[in-house]
């Protein structure tokens, strides 16, 4: 077949990046260009394109088809996205795909007229099928696993069998990831389609059982290994991620499978390091020490909760002791690890919590997934704990919008639990945005693993931060919600947020008895450089930041007080990571003057905002003192620029409604600006 371009694209969710390949895009370009197409993929999330990036990148060259994958928080940006293509005189098939599309098939297709199909299943060969109908203009509605509108309704076309022989599948193409792959060394890969579990929370089993076949299956080990082989020789990758859903699969077929890709890098001496995810009930001390021998050095465990009632909820066929020995185990054998827990539910108590809480302890805090603390069970269509809370009136969508938008909410039953909850919504916000950020930013004294993975200390250190911030806001709430209680677990909170960025990200000092060895925080000869350049600075910080809080106390009573002064914090916080960036960068280059002299323009410009503060708020003019943006999840303050101005005078005018002020905002919006706290671009 004549080549024809297909793209294959995954718009990134707002405020979330992940730098992990997209196997799923993988492998279909890669059966594509088997095929005779010219796949290539777009993957917006992981190289962080903003949304004008990601249209060029779709328009670039003329294409027949582009497909989407869709999952349940990039819905809406994907959608946007369709309909700019649209606006831009973009005429070719628009296809989705992924378990979120799988599921909203109907949904979406009456809703969105610019979307052509969705292609429901695995969807390797329907891809195919439709790239090939589309090129030459033959007729593509009745294409197995495809739904589309017909003659005024929708049609969900019946799925082919389940791909039965995974080696059948060429290795997934991952052109835009090998930089990537050359700097970090590290990749992914899937060893296995699918997981035999029975989790009531998740809908892997219904994605699989719309169409015939074995719902997990397995690559031959010499498969998976001639895969990770060339790896190694073509790009240099040094640690292999496996990312299958289930990677010990049950039984002695399963631990066969997982010894066998073990003895097999093990034969050919590739002298890798790999992390694998399993379930509790897959944990057993032999497999675990012979894959120990060939390079295993993390696993991930879905322990998901230590409460009989949630676990049989959660249908995960396990008991809270099998939890305890699969973390008992992994820890006695010394590999790292991670356990994921879901501890809220409808129906979740303050026992129940606090027993989730205990165990978490005896387990590790600093093991605890990222967003351990209060993670909701999400009820997402196909996974069948979304029909149990439909027929037990526990599905809750109090916006009217399309269920496809977002998971389907629910409200605890136990009001001491549901007032822990909104409070941590309310005030744990930036401490969030901090632990996304860490993962996020690409720190110049971090090397050597993907950002993801980077820095453990600090993950680590906000791990046990939070636990023991969200265990004070538990205790606060118990028995009864009271404000005095609260009122004081605010303070606490922002004092752990300045703990955490200037004792951690500046104070290296405090890191030195700590850090050690191969993966070290900070390189020894970078750290011993920075410390002469970083005299004071934390001092200065802390000191701002009281400053700041001071002046805006004068101005604001109650609420107000903890709002603005909590963007002022995060304001200065913000500046703290960026400095320390700037200046452990340049003191690795040797530039040490350099370094000081960034340490002084930025410390200047600070206290000179502050001052100006100070001055605005003297005169009455508060509203114009302070203002503030809200990007990337995550609020700080910013110099505004001419492309803001329409979210300055907004937020201006609400400003001037809370404090009571009388100069009109919106007059002179560049003397706002130059009243503005001065926390701009750090300088070169």
């Known amino acids: 077949m004549a080549s024809s371009c ?6 990134a969710a707002d405020g979330l990046v992940s730098k992990v390949e997209h196997l799923g895009l993988g492998y279909l370009a890669a059966t594509l ?29 003329a294409s027949d088809l582009i497909g989407f994958t869709v999952y349940y928080n990039n819905i809406r940006p994907t959608l946007a996205m369709i309909r700019k293509l649209r606006l831009e005189g973009y005429r070719g098939h628009v296809t ?43 007729e593509w509605r009745g294409i197995a696993n495809v739904a589309c509108r ?17 080696d059948g599948l060429p290795f997934p193409a991952r052109d835009p990831y090998i930089e990537f792959l050359r700097e970090h060394g590290i990749a992914t890969v899937i060893s296995t389609r699918g997981c035999y579990g ?89 497999v675990l020490a012979e894959l120990q021998r060939a390079g295993l050095f993390h696993v991930s465990l879905g322990i998901e909760s230590w409460v009989p009632r949630q676990l049989a909820l959660y249908g995960k066929g396990v008991t809270r002791e099998q939890n305890l020995r699969a973390v008992e185990t992994v820890r006695r054998l010394g590999l790292d690890y991670l356990y994921f827990l879901i501890p809220a539910d409808p129906h979740l108590t303050i026992e129940e919590l606090n027993e989730n809480l205990d165990q978490i302890e005896r387990a590790g805090i600093e093991h ?19 029909a149990q809370f439909d027929a037990a009136g526990l599905s809750r969508r109090d916006s009217g919008e399309p269920e496809y938008l977002g998971p389907v909410a629910f409200e605890f039953q136990d009001v001491r639990v549901r007032e822990v909850y909104r409070r941590w919504r309310e005030l744990f916000g930036e401490f969030i945005a901090l632990r996304v950020s860490v993962g996020r930013s690409p720190r110049t004294w971090l090397r050597g693993a993907p950002e993801e993975l980077l820095n453990r200390h600090w993950q680590r250190a906000l791990a046990v931060s939070g636990f023991r911030l969200f265990r004070e806001l538990v205790r606060a709430c118990q028995p009864a919600p ?34 050690r060895g191969e993966d070290s925080f900070l390189p020894s000869e970078a750290r011993e450089a920075i410390r002469p350049v970083w005299s004071g600075v934390v001092e200065a910080y802390r000191a701002l930041a009281d400053r700041t809080e001071t002046l805006l106390r004068s101005r604001l009573d109650g609420r107000g007080i903890r709002l603005f002064a909590r963007r002022a914090r995060c304001a200065l916080r913000d500046s703290a990571l960026r400095l320390c960036d700037r200046v452990v960068s340049l003191c690795q280059a040797r530039r040490f003057e350099c370094a000081r002299a960034a340490v002084r323009r930025e410390l200047s410009a600070l206290r000179a905002g502050v001052a100006r503060i100070e001055k605005a708020a003297a005169r009455g003019d508060f509203a114009n003192s302070v203002f503030f943006t809200t990007r990337m999840g995550r609020t700080r303050l910013v110099y505004p620029d001419p492309a803001v101005r329409r979210l300055i005078r907004r937020s201006l005018r609400t400003l001037a409604g809370a404090s009571g002020g009388s100069r009109a905002p919106h007059r002179n919006i560049e003397q706002a600006n130059e009243n503005f706290l001065g926390i701009g671009p750090m300088p070169v």
């Open 6 to 11: 297909v793209i294959l694209a995954n718009v």
């Open 33 to 61: 260009a088997r095929h005779g197409f010219a796949a290539r993929i777009v993957d917006a999330s992981f190289h962080r394109l903003r949304p004008r990036e990601t249209l060029e990148h779709l328009t670039v060259e």
């Open 96 to 138: 989705l795909g992924g378990h979120h599309a799988t599921f909203h098939a109907e949904d979406i297709l009456a809703r969105h007229r610019e979307i052509d199909s969705v292609v429901r299943g695995e969807g390797e060969g329907a891809l195919c099928d439709l790239a090939a109908a589309v090129a030459t203009g033959s």
């Open 150 to 166: 017909q003659a005024g309704a929708i049609v969900l076309n019946p799925c082919r069998p389940l791909i039965g022989d995974l």
């Open 198 to 286: 029975r989790c009531s929370f998740c809908s892997i089993r219904a994605f699989y059982r719309l169409a015939r076949g074995r719902i997990w299956r397995t690559r031959s080990c010499s498969s998976v290994v001639d895969e990770i082989e060339g790896l190694v020789r073509a790009h240099g990758v040094r640690r292999i991620n496996f990312v299958d859903d289930e990677f010990i699969g049950p039984g002695a077929q399963g631990r066969a499978h997982a010894l066998g890709i073990g003895e097999e890098m093990r034969r050919r001496g590739l002298g890798l390091q790999f992390n694998i995810v399993c379930r509790p009930d897959s944990v057993d001390a032999s």
């Open 368 to 386: 605890a997934a990222e967003g351990f603390t209060f993670s909701q069970v999400m009820a997402f269509r196909g996974a069948p704990l979304k």
């Open 482 to 515: 009271g404000a005095a209680a609260l009122d004081e677990f605010d303070r606490m909170l922002e004092d752990e947020l300045d703990r955490l960025v200037f004792g951690r990200a500046l104070a290296f000092d405090a890191a030195v008895e700590s850090d």
